[in-house]
């Protein structure tokens, strides 16, 4: 008999969950409580998919044999209720993809940073001739490639969203980067469910396997000592190695895995800042892991060219910097950004608070930032926790608002940091259309 499977969420990740189970023999059906966008209904199409939009026909998903799910549909949504209560098995398109392939698989999770190593590691596996593939987060739908175009090796940056619907999934490298309070929305805003989902990319290791994580990270810390991994453990931090792992000393990284040893000055690194030491030294593990060349590494790191969205130097306008930092969808992540800045800087801040606490950013504003552009249907937390800060807060309701604003509020040789803490949501598609946005309305001026 047939497997029915469903796909809720018709997206880039379900769109490429659709095309792999058709190419297995199931029966598919795909539906999206939203509009589904041209290029993806296009597709599902041309496969001969059947799909339905705006709504989800209780009955027909209920049908399902597997629900494979979109990982921004929630749990509290009713049709997620309605599948539980019927006990039908629900996965994500990673786990779904992995069943499917035998590639070997370099996994990235974290609250921040998690883009920029994920691309630097793909970086490095092109540089060294490796046929790699990118998904997860990034690049293409991991199952989409496994129906098309098989890699010999995936690098997949992981949401806690997509880890928690991953079972028998393994990671034969797992890169933890970083936990910090993040989503807590959707994790009964209990910080020990969020840490838990981050650290299912450790689930179905075994002492084959690598486990690569941020050693100055105290809640990384606090939960490695009270869990057993399989996996051999790398771990990476911004002072000294003690051991086997990645270290800093006398501004050179230092790396010792085993016998294999690996050094660079960081003054040499493509990204510089203390965060993009981590990020660099996380994807020199990665690389060594799997037997990239040290030469080859090396070159990777010196050449890397950043990320869109992610501490962009986007653009300078009568001696005013415009930095596109859309990518920052937390408060650690922005503490990252401000604590970067070297010139006065006017921030844009807000969009959909997720629970954020932003005492951890006062200090940096009071250091660093001289007005603040609030960009979101409600402002009144950021107001709250910086109000007599700094000397001007505006509102503003629309990115050409936010970021006139901010050009009359600075001044020649300020920074204008986009870096707005909270998720997009209210006011964009995503964190890239804030970002484009952003670029649009500088280039505007």
């Known amino acids: 008999m047939k497997e029915r499977i469903v796909i809720l969420g018709a997206g880039e990740s379900g769109t490429g969950a659709a095309i792999l189970a058709l190419k297995k023999g199931c029966e598919v059906f795909v539906s999206d409580a939203g509009k589904i966008r041209e290029k993806y209904r296009k597709t599902l199409e041309e496969y001969g998919v059947e799909w339905e939009e ?5 009955e027909r998903v209920l049908a399902a044999t597997l629900v494979i799910k979109s990982p921004g549909i929630p749990e509290k949504a009713p049709v997620m209720q309605a599948v539980r209560a019927q006990g039908i098995p629900v996965v994500s398109e990673i786990e779904f993809a992995a069943r499917h392939t035998r590639a070997l698989k370099i996994c990235i999770t974290g609250s921040n940073g998690k883009t920029t190593t ?5 970086h ?3 540089k060294a001739g490796i046929n790699a593939g990118l998904a997860g987060n990034v690049g293409s739908s991991f199952a989409r490639q496994v129906a098309e175009e098989e890699h010999a090796v995936y690098v997949i940056e992981l949401s806690s969203f997509q880890l928690d619907d991953m079972y028998d999934f393994r990671a034969e490298v797992a890169v933890l980067m970083n936990i910090t309070p993040d989503h807590l929305d959707r994790y009964n805003y209990r910080m020990q469910n969020y840490v838990d989902a981050k650290f299912r990319i450790t689930r179905n290791q075994t002492p084959d396997d690598w486990f690569i ?22 771990p990476f931090s911004l002072g000294p190695r003690h051991g086997d792992g990645a270290g800093i000393l006398n501004d050179h990284i230092d790396i010792h895995i085993h016998k294999n040893r690996f050094s660079m000055s960081i003054l040499d690194l493509a990204l510089q800042g203390k965060h993009n030491a981590c990020n660099s030294m996380a994807a020199a593990i990665s690389g060594m892991v799997v037997g990239i060349r040290n030469e080859r590494i090396r070159e990777s790191l010196t050449d890397f060219q950043g990320v869109e969205h992610r501490l962009e130097r986007f653009l300078k306008v009568h001696g005013i910097e415009f930095i596109n930092d859309s990518k920052a969808t937390n408060v650690n992540s922005t503490w990252y950004a401000l604590e970067s800045m070297t010139h006065p800087v006017v921030w844009i801040a807000g969009g959909v608070d997720k629970g954020n606490d932003y005492t951890m950013l006062c200090d940096l504003v009071r ?4 007005a603040i552009v609030c960009l979101g249907v409600d402002n009144a937390k950021i107001h709250k926790a910086f109000d007599g800060m700094v000397k001007n807060i505006v ?20 920074t204008v940091l986009l870096s707005p803490a909270c998720a ?14 952003f670029k649009q309305e500088v280039r505007n001026l």
Not at 54 to 58: E, S, V
Not at 223 to 233: F, G
Not at 424 to 437: A, I
């Open 54 to 58: 705006g709504a989800h026909t209780i």
């Open 118 to 122: 994920t691309l630097l590691i793909h």
């Open 124 to 126: 490095m596996l092109k």
């Open 213 to 234: 994580y941020f050693a100055d990270d105290e809640v990384i810390s606090r939960e490695l000592a009270r869990r057993q991994l399989a996996a051999t453990c790398i």
């Open 367 to 370: 250091e660093k930032v001289k």
């Open 395 to 414: 509102d503003a309701s629309s990115m050409a608002e936010a970021v006139k604003s901010a050009y009359y509020l600075a001044r020649n040789g300020d």
């Open 424 to 437: 997009s949501f209210d006011l964009f598609e995503n964190y890239e259309d804030r970002g484009h946005q």
